[in-house]
């Protein structure tokens, strides 16, 4: 579970990336954004799939929250609201940009055993 949840946080971060990078409103934005969300709301799913010593932690209220906001930002862009939909898709990157550094550099962390054990 932990590999399907840091591939699918990878693949929305590399999604999310390029969608900053490209013109906004063009196909391959819709294309890379429908992407980026389901890339993300997966992720979150699988996050639930992984508990240290039995149990969640407080990175799980992240989870939550993604969950929360993708629904938020794709009812924002088809209600015509950009601005919301925007600073919803922002507030998710930096979410998993967070969340994936305290994954990364927090001591007893997976990751941080493998880059630093």
Known sequence: MLFLHLGLSLL???????????????AAHRWLGRM?????????????????????????????????????????IRQGRVAAHKRAMLAGAGGLF??????????GRYLYGVLFG
């Open 98 to 107: 967070i969340a994936g550094l305290f994954a990364t550099f927090a001591p």
């Open 12 to 26: 929305a971060l590399g999604a999310i990336a390029l969608i900053l990078a490209l013109p906004k409103g063009q």
């Open 36 to 76: 980026a969300a389901g890339a993300l709301v997966l992720s979150a799913l699988t996050s639930f799939g992984i508990q240290a010593r039995g149990h969640f932690s407080w990175l799980h209220i992240l989870s939550v929250v993604t969950l929360a906001n993708v629904a938020w930002a794709v009812w924002a």
